[in-house]
């Protein structure tokens, strides 16, 4: 896990996994972070499959926002797509292969430790179990 800054707030509990190819946020975390799920949400495209064995997961419909990584002096900020879904998890949000490729960041998960190129270096994020 990962504490990115999203929309302004530092969401503490974000999971990174590089197996899927969406990104999830779920509608407790949008209401922690003060935003109006029913103003902000975009309709959603299609389902998912293999989130909860068995069944199809339409996820209630889609959100972009800034995803920001690293201090004030070395930082990367990228408009991320989220499905966003009314699931009951611990985790604020779930970044997976799409906002890995957008950052270039490099996930070693045996050190859990997620690395990518800043303006002023490279960023080591390191991860808390």
Do not use: C, W
């Not at 209630?60 to 879904?85: A, C, Q, S, W």
């Not at 859990?112 to 490279?122: F, Q």
């Amino acid at each position: 896990m990962v504490d990115p800054v999203m929309a302004g707030k530092r969401l503490t509990k974000t999971l990174i996994d590089g197996g899927s190819g969406l990104n999830l946020i779920f509608t407790k975390t949008l209401t922690l972070m003060g935003l109006d799920i029913s103003m902000v949400l975009q309709p959603a495209d299609s389902s998912f499959y293999d989130i909860i064995p068995g069944t199809a997961s339409v996820p209630l419909g889609h959100i972009t926002l800034p995803v920001t990584f690293g201090t004030t002096d070395n930082y990367r900020m990228k408009f991320i797509r989220f499905e966003v879904t009314d699931f009951k998890t611990t985790y604020h949000a779930i970044l997976e292969r799409p906002a890995l490729a957008k950052f270039m960041a490099i996930p070693y998960y045996v050190y859990l430790l997620l690395k990518m190129p800043g303006p002023n270096g490279v960023l080591s994020l390191r991860g808390d179990l």
